[in-house]
C-alpha cells in the first residue's frame, strides 16, 4: 500500500478509502489509485485484512440443481451481487438433498469461515432445516419471504403464473392447462397456484394439469398427448424449455401457434425470442435478486437485523404464441 501511495502521489489513507469503497474520494484520486494498483501489480493480503476486520469477503452458495435455468441463473445473479459488493463466492453444489446433506455444507462453510451464506436449494424442506441450524453467520434463504429466524428472498412466482393465465383469459380463453414443474419443487407449487387462483377468480374450473420435469422433452412427450387429445386452447408451461418441447410436438402434428392453440412459457430464457414462433413469457430478474440477496445479507452484517422481506416482480413479455380465441 504504501509503494502505491508513493506511485499515486496520496497519503496511505487515501490508498486505503479506495480499497475500501470509501466515498470521501474524488474520482480522478481514485482513478490514480487505480492506475497505480495496476502499473504495480497490487494484491490486498486478505489473511491479514481478515485477522484486523474478523471478516473473510467471503461469502457462501449452497445450490443444488444447478444445472437447471432458475436455479443456475440464481447462483450467478448472486455471484455478481457479492463481487459488486466486494466480496468473493464460495459455492457448494448438493447432490442430494436431505437434512443431513444441507448441515454438512453449511458447517463445511463455517469451517471455511464465511461471512454469510446464501441458500438456492428450491424444496420445501430446506427452510425448516435451515430454522433450525445454529449459524453464527447470516443466512438468507432464496424462495422464502422470511421470517423472524430467517431471512429470505424470491421471485413472486404465484404472481408471475397470475400474469401469464390472465394475458390468455384476457384473449377470450377459457380452457387454459398448466404443464408444470416437478411438485416438489417450491416454484412449481407456486406456478400451480398462480394458475389456479387466476382461473378461480375468472369463475372457470382449470382444464388438464399435467406435471412436468422442466425438460424439453418432457414437453414435446406430453405436447403430443395434448395435440391428440384437443382438450384447450391455451397451455401455460411452467418453464420455457418445456414449452419449447410443446411447440416441437405441435408442429410435427399440424397444430398451429396460435391460431389452434395459445402458448405460454416462464423464464424468458434468451432463446426464448428465437423459437418458432417466438415465445410468449414469463421473465425473472435474477440479477435483481442476487442483489437482493446480498443486500439482506449485508444488512444482517452490518445490523444483526433479520430484515424485510425481499421479493421480486416478475413481468410479462408477449411475444407471438399467443392471441385472441379463434371464433367460430
Partial sequence: MEDVARVAGVSHQTVSRVLNNHPNVSTKTRERVEQAINKLGYRRNTAARSLVTRRSQTIGVLGSEVAEYGPSHTVLGVQQAARDAGYFVSIAGLREVTPETIKDAIAHFMDQGVDGIVVIVPHPGTFEVLRGITAHVPLVAVGSIGDERLSGTAVDQ????????????????????????????IDAAARIEGWRDALDEAGLVPAALIEGDWSAEC????????AKEGSMTALFAANDQMALGVLRAFHETGVRVPEDVSVVGFDDQ????????????VAQ??????????SLLLDRLEGGVTGTPATVTPRLVVRSTTAALATV
Avoid: N
Fill in 270 to 281: 434468451p432463446e426464448s425470442a428465437y423459437f418458432i414462433p417466438p415465445l410468449t413469457t
Fill in 219 to 226: 414437453g414435446y412427450r406430453e405436447g403430443l398427448k395434448i
Fill in 158 to 185: 404465484r404472481q408471475g403464473a397470475r400474469l401469464a393465465v390472465q394475458h390468455l383469459l384476457e384473449l377470450g380463453h377459457t380452457r387454459i392447462g398448466h404443464l408444470s414443474g416437478p411438485v416438489d419443487w
Fill in 285 to 294: 430478474d435474477f440479477e435483481e435478486l442476487g442483489r437482493r440477496c446480498i
